[in-house]
Structure formats: C-alpha cells, structure tokens
DNA sequence: GGTTTTACCCTAGCGGCATTAGGAAGCTGA
DNA sequence: TCAGCTTCCTAATGCCGCTAGGGTAAAACC
C-alpha cells in the first residue's frame, strides 16, 4: 500500500486550487479525497474540518494578493499607485476566484488575529492615501470606500451582474479616474476633540 | 389528518423569513418543512427544487427593496436622493441580510428576464444620476461605481469587516458626501464614434 | 539492522441533506 | 355522490461531513 504523502500545505494549495476552478463552495472534503485518490476520513489526519479548510484557502489567498499588490504599488505614489494597486487586486480576484471568494468569509476575530497579510495589506492601503494628503479620520473613511468599491466593483463583475464585455475594462478604469479624482476632492472632517475616533478598526 | 394549507407563496414567504434570522445558507428544505411540521417531500409539491426557492427569496427581496427605495427617493434630487436612495438601500440590507443575500446570487439570465423591480431600480439609479447632469457613458460608468460601492460597503458591514460600532454610521455618511462630491465632479468622457457602447449592461 | 514509535490511511458507521417515486387522504366541482 | 386534482405521506437513493478504531508504512531510535 503506496502512501499518498499529502500534507497540511499540499492539501491546501490543492483545495485552492479546485476552489479556483469550480468555484469555492464546490469544494468539500469529499472533493478533494477523490483528487487525491484518497479516501474521505484520511483527509481529517491534515485538515480539522471543512471550515478550517476554507479557513486555510482564505490565508493562502490572502497572502498571495498582498504580496502581488505590494509588488505592484511598490515604488509608486497617487494615481499611478492607485491604479496598480486596484488593478493588481482586481486582475488576483479575477484569475483566483476562489481564492478571492474565501477572503471574503465571515471570520473569527483570532483566526485572522496573526495574519501579517492582513496587516501589510491595511498598511498598502494607508500609505496610499497618505500620498492623497488624508490623515485621520479621512484615512479610515477613505480606506473603507475603497476597499467597498473594490470589492463591490469585483463581485458585480463575478457574478454576472454586468456582460463579460470589452467594456467592463473601460467602465472600470474609468471608475479609477473617477476614485482618484474623489481622493483628490475628499471633502474632509476635523476629528472630533474628544478621543474614541481612534479605535475605530480599518 | 389536517393539511397544512401550504402554498409557493406562503413558503416563500417563510423561507425569507428564516434567511433573515439564520442566513441564506442556513434556508435548507429539510428546516423550511420542519419549521412547517410538514416532511421535507412535502415541499416539494410547492417549489421544484432548493435553487427555486432561493431565487424566489430573491425576487421577493429584490421587489421589497426597490419599492422601499423608490418610495424614499420619489420627489427628491441631487444629493438628497443620493442619500436617501443609500440609506434605503442599506437599511434593507441590514434589516434583511437574508433576503439581501438572496439577490446577490448568480441568476440565469431568463430568470430574472420579466422582473419589473430589476428593470425599476435600474430607473432609479439613473434618474438620480442624470439630476447630476450626467449622461451615456458615463450613465453606466458612475452606475456601476455606486452599485458597487453601496454593495462593497455593506458586504463588508454585514461580514464583520469593521467593527459593529456607531463609527460606522458616521463613516457611511461620509462616504455619502464624498460619493456626492464625485458626481458633481464626474470626470466625463465623450462617447466614441462609433456604436457599440450603448449596448452595455447598466 | 532491528525495534519502537509515530503518523498516515483505511474500513465502518452515524446523521443530515436534496431529491424522486408512488401511494393515500383531503378538497372541489359536476 | 363520486371523479379528479392537490397535498401530504412513506420509502428509498445518493452525496456529504464527521468520528472511532485498527493496521501498516515510514521515520526515529538504539
């Protein structure tokens, strides 16, 4: 009897994978056991359960866009690092669907507690609209109108909501324009005098 | 022994309900009919299949949404429509996460054909941005922009993306002005030439 | 190199879910 | 009243997640 040496990471990437290919909820354990050739309970030797799986792909995935979109941005400042950084995040969701999909799962606060993505990724985000002139709270408020238009933009785009067309390219940069010209105008507010406004989460 | 006077409707109706209160995904046939105290066979007789009743959770969220929309927004114009037409819309998402989530799903094209609330919200978007002095393409540009922020920005709400804290009504209605202040800013483009842009989806 | 230990993968089995087929009992209209 | 339709049932199939417990390959130790 040959042993299939799989392994937490292999199992993973695999799920990633599939997850990309057939979309995310299509992959369940059994799924990924007849990939592997492998019987169903053997796949609970690498992985808890399902939902660590999910868990596991989201990391991943999480991962690999910050380093593509830190790779993008890098060096770059304003519009031009505006428009690397949306189209980096954009082109990721649209070539790992699934991958992208699962960053978007509802987590516990400790599951994603250590991601040193996520922090990177939040870091990206402000040194890009620091570049604009924004401080606090604009920087927040600005951070999250992205991050919404962005992903609002991808979702729209994945699921249909608009033709597979030539044109979405032109809408969608023709919605960076429109971004970069909002941050330029960002109609700003002073931060209140007491504290408090600092705690707010990105 | 006593029928339980079922109908499509009245299961639908029951069926959004329970997605509001455990989540889309939580709406099985087999909760749907024990909720009923009815056998899951049963519904069978009422909605073909689990898909069915999904899309129906749709169409009833999405008519429930666009005619509170619409009745927010009649009579107003410029920025006050804006806003009215946004606090609407994510109230009703956050009222009904389930019914919301319903309509966010991938329909088939013919599904969704003959929905007047589809066609309906579609008026209404571009009602409002035309009082922004703005027309084709730019139309469907800033449509998909704010469709995809209003979305991006309740997905993130409802997924725990931020915290669950009164900062995030005073950043949505930041983000109201900032998105107002795009509009009137709108980077414009002329149309090309020739056809083939009038054809995009909104 | 032989032995012990670990960790991988298996069989077996549970309960939950979606779905279908076919039958019985209520309701409706002639 | 009785035929016919509708609604609900029982029964069964197949897929899935998950657990318990056992055997064996591979690694670790002597």
């Given at each position: 009897m040959v042993r299939a040496g799989l392994s937490a990471a292999k199992v993973t990437e695999a799920a990633a994978e599939m997850a990309d290919e057939v979309g995310l909820d299509q992959v369940t354990i059994s799924a990924l056991a007849r990939r592997f050739g492998v019987k169903d309970a053997s796949l609970y030797s690498h992985v808890k359960n399902l939902r660590e799986l999910r868990v596991r792909i989201a990391l991943l995935g999480g991962a690999e866009m910050t380093e593509r979109i830190a790779a993008e941005v890098a060096g770059r400042a304003g519009k031009d690092a505006l428009v690397a950084f949306a189209n980096a995040y954009r082109r990721f969701a649209l070539e790992h669907p699934g991958r992208y999909?699962?960053?978007q799962m509802q987590f516990d606060p400790e599951?994603?507690?250590?991601s040193v993505a996520l922090r990177r990724s939040v870091e990206l985000t402000y040194g890009m609209l620091r570049a604009y002139?924004?401080?606090?709270?604009d920087l927040t408020d600005a951070g999250r109108l992205l991050r919404a238009a962005f992903h609002g933009y991808i979702?729209?785009?994945l699921s249909g909501g608009f033709a597979h067309s030539r044109q979405v390219e032109d809408s969608?940069?023709?919605s960076l324009d429109a971004l970069h010209v909002l941050l330029e105008n960002w109609p700003s507010h002073q931060p209140p005098e007491?504290?408090?406004r600092?705690?707010?989460?990105?």
């Open positions: 999909a699962a960053t599951e994603v507690a250590d002139g924004l401080s606090e709270p979702h729209l785009e969608w940069s023709r007491a504290g408090g600092d705690e707010r989460m990105p």
